[in-house]
């Protein structure tokens, strides 16, 4: 059974940093593409940022574009979002996401539970 | 990157068929076949209902159906039912190795 585990978001003040995780099982981790996507309370979906298998595409929303980073590592099935300059509009449930394709085309086949984000002051 | 465009709501009464459209543009939706639709329930996580503008997932009712034409993809759920109310979205890459969702519809069974 596929399984993917977010973690590490909270209560953060504007300006601060945050690193989310996503803890993968159930499928070989390194054979597909991964996402971030989120939903601000009462909202849309809305996607952050993707990653192919081995990390040679990687790709974010502009509004994210220059304070996020997402990284993975295979050895350990996990799925990371390095998120920077957190700003009041980044306040949002972080979905982690597992895409069909070992690319980035964006078939989000499962999704996690997600873990919310608040930042304010 | 601006969101795909979706009716904000969409009805029909038990046994109906409803078609949700999403409309972009030549960059996204009508450049490319990896367009794919969500359902989300209240408090859940989205669920992939389709993928690649008409393929269903293995466990998705075949109800469900997808098509594109130009830069607009459809939806379309036949014989509805009081458990497809909920939130859908699409979903779709564009020519800047990016994804855009849509605005998303709430469909609701009369």
């Known amino acids: 059974e596929v399984q993917l585990v977010e973690s590490g978001g909270g209560l953060v003040q504007p300006g601060r940093s945050l690193r989310l995780s996503c803890a993968a099982s159930?499928?070989?981790?390194?054979?597909?593409?991964m996402h971030w996507v989120r939903q601000a309370p009462g909202k849309g979906l809305e996607w952050v940022s993707g990653?192919?298998?081995?990390?040679?595409?990687?790709g974010y929303a502009d509004s994210v574009k220059g304070r996020f980073t997402i990284s993975r590592d295979n050895a350990k099935n996990s799925l990371y979002l390095q998120m920077n300059s957190l700003r009041a509009e980044d306040t949002a449930l972080y979905y982690c996401?597992?895409?069909?394709?070992?690319?980035?085309?964006?078939?989000?086949?499962?999704w996690g539970q997600g873990t919310l984000v608040t930042v304010s002051s | 990157q601006s969101a795909l465009t979706q009716p904000a709501s969409v009805s029909g009464s038990p046994g109906q068929s409803i078609t949700i459209s999403c409309t972009g543009t030549s960059s996204d939706v009508g450049g490319y076949n990896y367009v794919s639709w969500y359902q989300q329930h209240p408090g859940k996580a989205p669920k992939l209902m389709i993928y690649?503008?008409?393929n269903r997932p293995s466990g998705v009712s075949n109800r469900f159906s997808g098509s594109k034409s130009g830069n607009t993809a459809s939806l379309t759920i036949s014989g509805l039912q009081a458990e497809d109310e909920a939130d859908y979205y699409c979903?779709?890459?564009?020519?800047?190795?990016?994804?855009?969702f849509g605005t998303g519809t709430k469909v609701t069974v009369l």
């Open positions: 159930g499928f070989t981790f390194d054979d597909y593409a």
């Open positions: 996401a597992k895409d069909m394709s070992d690319y980035i085309w964006g078939s989000y086949h499962y």
């Open positions: 990653i192919s298998w081995n990390s040679g595409s990687i």
């Open positions: 690649e503008v008409s």
């Open positions: 979903s779709s890459y564009t020519s800047s190795s990016s994804l855009v």
